[in-house]
């Protein structure tokens, strides 16, 4: 579903992402786990578009979204949650919803969003920027499925959530992850919840992928080290 080759990516002069290479089926949750510092977000921005990319290809179902704007990716399939979540704070929560539609040429909301997270139906009026944290991730989320992805891409999805709803995050990304089979690459440095939801675990530093472990052979002690300061 989702295939990236040798992607690389500058500031300026600077080469930051060396020669990516990833693969991902539908129905798999991939994890990126690395410290700060070390080319997460920046692999993020550059599959998303934010960010160009120097050199490399970024495929879905095939098809080569590298030298599109970021509209036209999220159009072709590709969902970003940023980092920080960046809902719409003065929109309302059904009005940024609606933003996620809009590639889509359609205006409803589907049903099963609202089945995901009812406390966004509760709080269809309310303003975004008067939600939790946590109510928000969950609202930057329904506004990336509401695009109907193939691939929804998560930075740093627990970022300044408690320990409690973490969990939920976790249950819940699976849960979207079986409804949708779509293929699901999230960025994260806390450990518990990447063993928590990821299929595969892939390790990033310095700008490269330098270990990968599946579910069913997870080098914990081994991702720790890498984790470590």
Do not use: W
């Not at 070390?38 to 490399?56: D, E, N």
């Amino acid at each position: 579903m989702l295939k990236v080759h040798n992607l690389s990516a500058a500031y300026g002069q600077s080469e930051v992402l060396h020669n990516i290479d990833i693969s991902a089926q539908a129905g798999e949750i991939v994890a990126l786990v690395g410290r700060n510092g070390m080319g997460k977000s920046t692999l993020m921005k550059s599959l998303i578009g934010v960010m160009p990319a120097r050199s490399g290809r970024i495929l879905i179902d095939g098809a080569d979204l590298s030298g599109l704007p970021s509209y036209e990716r999220v159009a072709r399939g590709l969902a970003y949650v940023p980092q920080g979540r960046q809902i719409f704070g003065t929109m309302t929560v059904t009005e940024n919803i609606e933003t996620g539609r809009i590639v889509t040429g359609k205006t409803d909301i589907p049903v099963e969003i609202f089945e995901l997270f009812p406390i966004l139906r509760e709080f269809g009026r309310r303003r975004g920027g008067n939600l939790s944290g946590g109510q928000q991730q969950q609202l930057a989320i329904a506004r990336a499925l509401a695009s109907e992805p193939k691939v929804l891409l998560l930075d740093e999805p627990t970022e300044g959530i408690q320990p409690s709803i973490i969990k939920d995050i976790a249950r819940l990304l699976r849960k979207i992850r079986d409804l949708h089979n779509i293929c699901i690459l999230v960025c994260e440095q806390v450990l518990s919840f990447v063993l928590d939801i990821a299929d595969r675990i892939l390790v990033m530093e310095g700008g490269r992928i330098v270990h990968t472990d599946t579910r069913g052979h997870v080098n914990e002690a081994e991702i720790t080290r890498f984790l470590a300061v």
